[in-house]
């Protein structure tokens, strides 16, 4: 079935620097785009970055442009999200699925938690 396990977040402070990682499976890895949502309690889950098949195009929302650097390595079937100087804001529990900016599954893997504070 399909899963996915997301792991490398935690605490840090302002303007410090993390990098998720999530391991998929159950599915054909390298024939899915994918992408990192984020989500905080009251709201939506929203697209943080998405990245292409093999990895040669990469899409951003407005809020983390500039910051964060999505990646994928096909042979691991894993997608990173180097994410640097981080705000207050950025504190949320971070998913990741398949799918250009959106989920092309249902499942969801049960997220990492990430806190940026002082």
């Known amino acids: 079935q399909v899963q996915f396990v997301e792991s490398g977040g935690g605490w840090v402070q302002p303007g410090g620097s993390l990098r998720l990682s999530c391991a998929a499976s159950?599915?054909?890895?390298?024939?899915?785009?994918m992408s990192w949502f984020r989500q905080t309690p009251g709201k939506e889950r929203e697209m943080v970055a998405a990245?292409?098949?093999?990895?040669?195009?990469?899409n951003y929302a407005d809020a983390v442009k500039g910051r964060f650097a999505m990646s994928r390595d096909n042979a691991k079937n894993t997608v990173y999200l180097q994410m640097n100087s981080l705000k207050p804001e950025d504190t949320a529990v971070y998913y990741c699925?398949?799918?250009?900016?959106?989920?092309?599954?249902?499942?969801w893997g049960q997220g990492i938690q990430v806190t940026v504070s002082s």
């Open positions: 699925n398949a799918g250009y900016g959106t989920n092309s599954f249902k499942t």
């Open positions: 159950g599915f054909s890895f390298s024939s899915y785009a």
């Open positions: 990245i292409t098949i093999f990895g040669s195009s990469t």
